[in-house]
């Protein structure tokens, strides 16, 4: 057999593979369905934020993101469920207690509310970016230049993961930055 007609069948057969019928997932499945270019691995897609709900900026000073959180209590304030204030008048975010409520009050006044807790600008990037694990992933080499024993792992969420509780610690602001670096580009669509 010529060279010729081997390289001919074998694109021909090539082709037929690369035409052939993708399985398709069972309805309900939650098998991944986007492909990032980098690394062939599927990461699920998921919805945008809810329309109106804050998010945390990279940039968000602690100040900003404290006047985020007195979203939620107003809400659920406004919605029959008592909270306790500050003596600034401020909503005690952290804070439990407050008068017993009843269950039903305060279940509808949470599914009222929901959209008002915010969500950090990584967990939009979590739940929507397809790339996300690859972009974790560039972090995670940035942290082992550093030093640090890190990798990206599925727990069920991507995260950076470490050797111990004390490296984690270690590598707080170093991490930040390295985030900061990976995600640049996903970052100004936040500003």
Do not use: H
């Not at 209590?73 to 029959?80: K, R």
């Not at 915010?118 to 694990?133: G, Q, Y």
């Not at 993961?161 to 985030?179: K, L, P, Q, R």
């Amino acid at each position: 057999m010529s060279v010729k007609r081997i390289v001919v069948a074998l694109a021909v057969v090539m082709s037929v593979a690369a035409c052939g019928t993708a399985s398709q997932p069972e309805s309900g499945s939650t098998a991944p369905d986007v492909v990032t270019l980098r690394t062939g691995t599927p990461v699920a897609s998921a919805s945008p934020t809810p329309a109106g709900r804050p998010i945390i900026r990279p940039d968000a000073t602690s100040e900003d993101i404290e006047e985020l959180e007195q979203a939620f209590p107003a809400c659920m304030e406004q919605n029959g469920v008592p909270q306790v204030r500050q003596p600034d008048g401020r909503y005690a975010v952290k804070q439990g207690g407050g008068p017993p409520v009843d269950e039903a009050v305060r279940k509808a006044a949470e599914e009222a509310c929901r959209n008002t807790i915010p969500e950090s600008w990584l967990d939009v990037e979590r739940r929507t970016n397809p790339e996300f694990a690859d972009l974790l992933r560039d972090a995670a080499e940035c942290l082992k230049g550093k030093g640090y024993n890190a990798r990206v792992v599925q727990d069920p969420d991507w995260r950076i993961s470490y050797d111990s509780t004390e490296e984690f610690m270690a590598a707080g602001d170093d991490e930040i930055v390295c985030t900061n670096e990976a995600f640049a580009e996903r970052i100004k669509t936040y500003r």
